[in-house]
């Protein structure tokens, strides 16, 4: 299972470029352009895991120096199940929900001429409050999907929504906030006490560290090359399904036919 590598934005600040056009020496024009910031979210208190951005990139922590290599910081986010979506890419940077583009036709009521048009969704550049993470979250979104967001009572019960058809709504943007969220001790905490109401022991997977899953895996019996030895979590888990990819393909298991119950062939009439 991939995973979302998010990289950090190295601008600290918006650099400002001015360009002067003279014609002997008579200055005609001055143009300034200012480079908007690929960051626009907001810091959240008592968290050093910043809010993914659409474009990918996020700010630099505190610890992390702004001279060290922006490969050194990276967020791992599991990757959207339904994968990007390949009609109407714009909804994959906002909470477009299951809109679309639609098309049709304009038909004149005195000669009933079609002329072809089409719909767009209404989408809206909004500061969503998320009471996990005590901020606004900057994104876009159409005005179905707040109405949506009125209905369940915020933009965390939206994210946070379990079943298939919410989670196909969302889209990769979607998911990375829900991914933030989820980070949060508050829907942790709560996450725990509905295991516990439905008798679940709790989880401990996701808190034991990478040295300890290594240490499992060399109990298990796997080691692995001085220079292939996972370096995350998401690369501990794909070398994991890998292996047991290639352990079913060399015992071929599921390739057995079912004979039980088999309809026998009906003999040929002369």
């Given amino acids: 299972m991939s995973s979302f590598l998010v990289r950090p934005c190295l601008r600290a600040a918006t650099t400002t470029t001015t360009t002067t056009t003279t014609l002997g020496q008579h200055q005609l024009r001055t143009l300034t352009t200012t480079t908007r910031l690929t960051y626009h979210q907001p810091r959240v208190p ?29 967020i791992e986010i599991p990757s959207y199940p339904y994968g990007p979506r390949r009609i109407y890419h714009q909804s994959n940077t906002g909470l477009y929900g299951s809109a679309l583009i639609r098309f ?16 767009r969704p209404n989408v809206q550049q909004k500061r969503l409050w998320s009471k996990s993470l005590g901020v606004f979250v900057r994104t876009r979104v159409t005005t179905r999907v707040l109405r949506t967001i009125d209905k369940v009572g915020g933009l965390d ?3 946070l929504g379990h079943k298939a058809a919410r989670v196909k709504e ?13 980070q949060t001790p508050e829907v942790r905490e709560r996450f725990a006490k509905e ?8 989880r401990e ?9 290594l240490r499992e895996f060399q109990a ?10 996972p370096k995350s979590k998401g690369q501990l888990k794909e070398e994991a399904d890998r292996l047991i990819k290639s352990e079913t393909e060399e015992f071929g298991l599921g390739q057995e036919e079912d004979l039980f119950m088999k309809e026998e062939a009906k003999p040929k009439m002369a």
């Fill in 157 to 159: 019960e939206y994210l």
């Fill in 46 to 74: 008592s968290s050093s895991i910043p809010i993914p951005n659409v474009s990918g990139r996020v700010p630099l922590p505190d610890s992390v120096s702004t001279s060290a290599s922006g490969e050194n910081f990276k």
């Fill in 220 to 229: 298990a019996g796997i080691r692995f090359e001085a220079d292939q030895v």
């Fill in 195 to 202: 295991r516990e109401a439905l008798g679940l022991s709790p």
């Fill in 170 to 182: 969302l889209g990769p943007w979607g998911w990375m906030l829900r991914w933030r969220i989820m």
């Fill in 205 to 213: 997977e996701d808190e034991k560290s990478l040295e300890e899953q």
């Fill in 104 to 119: 049709g036709n304009n038909v004149s009521k005195r000669n009933e001429i079609k002329t072809r048009r089409k719909w």
